[in-house]
Nanobody, 117 residues
Framework: QVQLAESGGGLVQTGGSLRLSCVAS????????MGWFRQASGKEREFVAGRNWSGVGTYYTDSVKGRFTISRDNAKNTVYLQMNSLKPEDTAVYYC??????????WGQGTQVTVSS
């Protein structure tokens, strides 16, 4: 298993920026992919961004393309989510996740992001 710890959430105004960090520990050598999901109040958890751990592939949901960037620092076992031009609809709890097998099966506790209008 992999343990994940997120940080960096907070309150920001529309148009502002935040950077989320996620530090992985445990069986990090088994990680194939890491990503970010989010869950707004009353809604289902949705995929936001993902990154292949050993390669260069990145992928995003359409609503954040051009505004969010996922990056990694393998030496620190850390993945980041740089969020720019934030909108009120980005308000959610953001979860870091890691995929060791077929699907994302390791999750962090989540960090709250609130964008005020």
């Amino acid at each position: 298993q992999v343990q994940l710890a997120e940080s960096g959430g907070g309150l920001v105004q529309t148009g502002g920026s935040l950077r989320l960090s996620c530090v992985a520990s445990g069986r990090t050598f088994s990680i194939k992919d890491m990503g970010w999901f989010r869950q707004a109040s009353g809604k289902e958890r949705e995929f936001v961004a993902g990154r292949n751990w050993s390669g260069v592939g990145t992928y995003y949901t359409d609503s954040v393309k051009g505004r969010f960037t996922i990056s990694r620092d393998n030496a620190k076992n850390t993945v980041y989510l740089q969020m720019n031009s934030l909108k009120p609809e980005d308000t959610a709890v953001y979860y870091c996740t890691a995929r060791l097998g077929v699907q994302y099966d390791n999750w962090g506790q989540g960090t709250q992001v609130t964008v005020s209008s």
